[in-house]
């Protein structure tokens, strides 16, 4: 059974910092590419930031580009999100989510692309 746990969330003030973890479990880890996503209240999911199952590539959305790193450690089959400079229009739920498919930039922003889904992690910034 495939699990994909997010860790990380918690509250922090505008232009703080915080890592979101994602622990995968029950796939091989080192063959899907890795991606976050975040949902706020009464808005639609949306695209964060992916890597490539090597980690050679990464995607950001232009939201949070130069201030969000997408990384991964094969060997511990987690992937991180390091988020600095945080707005409170960052709050949102955030999810990682796994897909087999590599077809590039396009096809990372569509969530319909992943076939596994974490629970979730609360991100809040205040102001």
């Known amino acids: 059974q495939v699990q994909l746990v997010e860790s990380g969330d918690g509250l922090v003030q505008a232009g703080g910092s915080l890592r979101l973890s994602c622990a995968a479990s029950?796939?091989?880890?080192?063959?899907?590419?890795m991606a976050w996503f975040r949902q706020a209240p009464g808005k639609e999911r949306e695209f964060v930031a992916a890597?490539?199952?090597?980690?050679?590539?990464?995607y950001y959305a232009d939201s949070v580009k130069g201030r969000f790193t997408i990384s991964r450690d094969n060997a511990k089959n987690t992937v991180y999100l390091q988020m600095n400079s945080l707005k409170p229009e960052d709050t949102a739920v955030y999810y990682c989510a796994a897909t087999l498919f590599n077809r590039g930039r396009a096809s990372f922003e569509r969530s319909s692309g992943y076939q596994y889904w974490g629970q979730g992690t609360q991100v809040t910034v205040s102001s």
């Open positions: 890597i490539t199952s090597s980690g050679v590539f990464t």
């Open positions: 029950g796939l091989t880890f080192s063959s899907y590419a």
